[in-house]
């Protein structure tokens, strides 16, 4: 979908919210029988103006023509975007015009949001990050982050004339907070021969499959584990199963026994239903536990996990299946004793990722030019924090 497109249908919901909320504070007033009042004709105006705008705008992006133009405008903006990095590899040359507003202070290429290699990095080799809360951040500061958990709160109490106690319990929500910083983590050496450079039509697009495949399963990996790609251990990232807590985990009942359905039904239950009812509720497994599960059979030949055979195994009991690789994988069916191959719940509560800039793509014909090749590196700052330790349940594996 066109970028401008989808900031325009932002736009829209942001109106409609504005406008249902106006909505409710002028049904109040109504039933007050204050809707003539400044305040009952200021939020009358308000609804108008947010219709207005919302007609407006659907008026707009619903015209075929404008569409057209919208889409063929962005083509083209990335085709000069693919060819100015075409162009930086080969030559050195950056054209921020069309690559980027500015370049680093190290003099990196920074590359925009608008390009696909952030995009094909997420997609392919880190889904998770498409259920953690995710902010973005346009400088290394230390950027602080607070959170509630109050799914504890007693809820409503019946307020009756002849009590003769206080009915209320006086529990307080408990509010924490973070402060998050990032580390610098780079794809390491990508070397490419002057001749590859000079010659090759596509080399931009190998080089980014190349960087976003680097890029995207380094991230999944110290997001997941709080170690990088040589079990270094990343100071600003702790990693998902830091924040796993012993009285959140359900362990199966041997570890030749596998996973089974009771399993899963038990880890679910050690959860509030508040966090499974989260948009950003998901089970998260390695693909090759998501392919065992798939392959347990009942008593009568069909499958446990997926009785539905015009669905792809893609979700358990609602729960959108997240594929994450760096979480415990069986070996020939299976588990390694004690591992945590599962997690499930809210992981958008559990914990907040925090990118700082683009990614950013750097070229050096100097380091290898004895060997007639140019170096290229694709680097990024991220930053990590646990929130609400009580949103996700984990599947732990027996002790051998």
């Not at 809360?133 to 799914?151: D, M």
């Not at 959108?320 to 992981?347: H, R, W, Y």
Request: proline share 4%; aromatic share 6%; glycine share 6%.
């Amino acid at each position: 979908m066109s970028n401008r497109i989808q900031q325009s249908e932002q736009r829209i919901a942001q109106l409609t919210e504005s406008k249902n909320k106006s909505l409710r504070s002028l049904a109040t007033l109504t039933a007050e029988g204050a809707e003539n009042s400044p305040a009952g004709l200021a939020l009358t105006k308000s609804i108008e103006t947010d219709e207005r705008d919302i007609m407006m705008l659907r008026s707009i992006i619903n015209n075929a023509s404008f569409r057209a133009t919208v889409e063929k405008e962005e083509a083209e903006q990335r085709a000069k975007q693919h060819e100015a990095f075409r162009s930086y590899l080969k030559t050195g040359s950056l054209q921020t015009r069309d690559l980027a507003t500015t370049s680093d202070a190290g003099g990196a290429a920074v590359i925009p949001q608008g390009y696909t290699f952030g995009a094909f990095a997420r997609k392919y080799y880190a889904p998770l990050l498409d259920v953690l809360n995710e902010v973005r951040t346009e400088s290394g500061q230390p950027y602080k982050i607070s959170f509630l958990n109050a799914t504890t709160t007693p809820g409503l109490v019946l307020i009756q004339e002849a009590a003769t106690s206080n009915p209320f319990t006086e529990e307080d929500p408990l509010m924490s907070s973070s402060v998050v910083f990032t580390d610098l983590f780079s794809s390491g050496q990508i070397n490419v021969s002057y001749q590859e450079l000079d010659d090759a039509d596509n080399l931009d697009a190998l080089l980014t499959r190349i960087g976003a495949q680097r890029y995207g399963q380094g991230l999944e990996a110290f997001l997941t584990t709080g170690a990088d790609s040589s079990s270094t251990a990343t100071p600003n990232n702790p990693g998902l199963l830091s924040g796993i807590q012993s009285g959140l985990t359900f362990q199966t009942a041997s570890v030749a026994g596998g996973i089974k359905y009771t399993d899963f039904i038990s880890t679910l239950q050690l959860l509030d239903a508040a966090y499974l009812r989260s948009p950003k509720a998901a089970v998260m497994m390695h693909e090759s536990t998501r392919l065992t599960l798939a392959s347990q059979l009942d008593t009568t030949g069909r499958p446990v996990w997926n009785p539905d055979p015009k669905q792809a195994f893609d979700s358990i009991l609602g729960l959108p299946i997240v594929v994450n690789n760096a979480l415990s994988a069986p070996t020939a069916g299976t588990f390694t004793a004690e591992s945590l191959p599962i997690l499930v719940g809210d992981f958008g509560n559990y914990a907040t990722v925090r990118t700082d800039g683009d990614i950013r793509v750097r070229v050096s014909r100097e380091r290898r030019a004895e060997f007639l090749e140019a170096l290229v590196t694709f680097s990024a700052r991220v930053g990590s924090t646990i929130c609400d330790k009580k949103a996700v349940a984990a599947v732990k594996i027996a002790a051998s």
